[in-house]
């Protein structure tokens, strides 16, 4: 009885130097194993098998576990990337919504001293500016216009009439 042998080729294998062509840019390959790939291997393999030598059930087994670890890690992997991105729209969102609801409000920015001269303590001295928010600008880092001014979102230091701490004795 004779065995037919067949040639199993991966979508990797399909992409091979073709000299007819200017460029080689679909004969690029991934090296990598989709789980499509390993169940074709595992059915030819199964159809192919020697009889009198067939597959261990236990390292078939183990095949199978591996695959559907990686298959799971490939998901959580992407779970993980989505995330990040939901995670800084809802960051974007949130900034937005708190810089356009200083519209109208007033508030305290803090100036450093431009030519960055320190106090007593070693810190820069800083000015604070007390005003109405007239505008936000959105683009890039967000940013506030107090009386016609931009400043920085980071330099808002109160928002509303804030009454002063009081001396500690």
Known sequence: ????STTLMSDAAKYLYDSTKASQSSAASSNTLTTDDYWKLMAAQ????DMTNPVDNSEMMNQMTQM?????????????????????NLSTVTLTSYSTGLLG????????????EKDEDGKTKVTY??????????TGA?????????YELSQVMSVGEV?????KE
């Not at 500016?129 to 959105?138: A, C, R």
């Open 46 to 49: 199964l159809q192919y098998q």
């Open 68 to 88: 559907s670890s990686m298959s799971a890690m490939e998901k959580l992997t992407q779970a993980v990337a989505n995330f990040s991105t939901v995670t800084n």
């Open 129 to 138: 500016k007390k005003g109405t928010v007239t505008g936000v600008d959105l």
């Open 105 to 116: 409000k007033e508030v305290t920015v803090a100036i450093p001293d431009p030519n960055g």
């Open 142 to 150: 967000t940013s506030v216009y107090v009386d016609g001014k931009k």
């Open 1 to 4: 009885m004779a065995v037919e």
């Open 163 to 167: 009454p002063e701490a009081p001396e």
